[in-house]
């Protein structure tokens, strides 16, 4: 039996925009089924990395593949959810007419409690969109990006603003979807949230300085902590 193509492989890819190199020359692989980070400082090209993954992001240059296919193919648009970093929701509706709203572009209406439920939000189902707190807009929209069962999950810091407890508790989740098969691509500027993850991708000035395990970071540093791992490993890559 082949196996199956990797959930994304990024070969040589640039994106200039403006006078910025977002993204410079990057190139990496992400297996199926597990929970990648997408980790750097604000500024150095994760939301751009991710559009163009997603097939949004124009002027990209090299080649990216997702699932086996080009980046953006038709074919992808149930088996690839996109949370972008400001809410997405419909203030109008309440909690489950949103996500019932996406259930229903992609025939999927009996995926709507399921998705509910993964983001802990079964009951504020009934609830106006617009009297919900900001994490739980996230969660509303993560929920949305989940009802098509999707195979690959990108979201870009879904966990800003969120205070520890409901992080910790959207960590949980999102782990409990790795488990379940589907490939999670999470950006954060936070590093401690490396520690959820099972690979990392350290990105800096529009590069991918490193892509390892969190405990290959602090054995290649030295340092137990992940915050300091990173800046050591800027150290040496800078040297
Ligand atoms: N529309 C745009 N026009 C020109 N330059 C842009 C545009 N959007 C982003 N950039 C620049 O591209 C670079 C990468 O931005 P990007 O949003 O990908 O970074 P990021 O790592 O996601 O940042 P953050 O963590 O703050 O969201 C930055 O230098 C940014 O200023």
Request: proline share 5%; glycine share 8%.
């Amino acid at each position: 039996m082949s196996s199956p193509p990797p959930a994304i492989s990024c070969d040589r890819v640039t994106v200039r925009r403006g006078q910025t190199t977002a993204v410079d020359d990057l190139s990496m692989t992400i297996p199926q089924g597990s929970i990648t980070g997408l980790l750097g400082p604000s500024g150095c090209g994760k939301t751009t990395l991710m559009r163009a993954i997603v097939g949004t992001q124009r002027n990209a240059e090299g080649t990216v593949n997702v699932l086996g296919y080009p980046a953006g193919s038709p074919i992808l648009r149930r088996h690839v959810g996109y949370v972008t970093q400001s809410a997405s929701v419909y203030t109008d509706l309440t909690v489950v007419q949103n996500v019932r709203y996406f259930a229903t572009l992609f025939d999927a209406e009996s995926n709507v409690d399921d998705a509910l439920a993964a983001v802990g939000l079964t009951d504020f189902a009934d609830r106006p969109t617009s009297g919900l707190s900001g994490g739980q807009v996230n969660r509303v929209s993560i929920a949305c990006a989940l009802v098509t069962q999707p195979t690959l999950l990108i979201l870009d810091e879904p966990t800003v603003g969120l205070d520890p407890v409901l992080r910790a508790d959207l960590w949980a989740r999102f782990d409990a979807l790795a488990r379940s098969g589907v490939t999670l691509l999470v950006s954060s500027h936070v590093m401690d949230e490396a520690a959820h993850c099972d690979n990392l991708l350290l990105m800096r000035g529009g590069h991918l300085v490193a892509q390892l395990t969190p405990d290959e970071l602090r054995s290649r540093t030295g340092q137990s902590n992940l915050e300091d791992a990173f800046l050591a490993l800027i150290k040496e890559t800078a040297a």
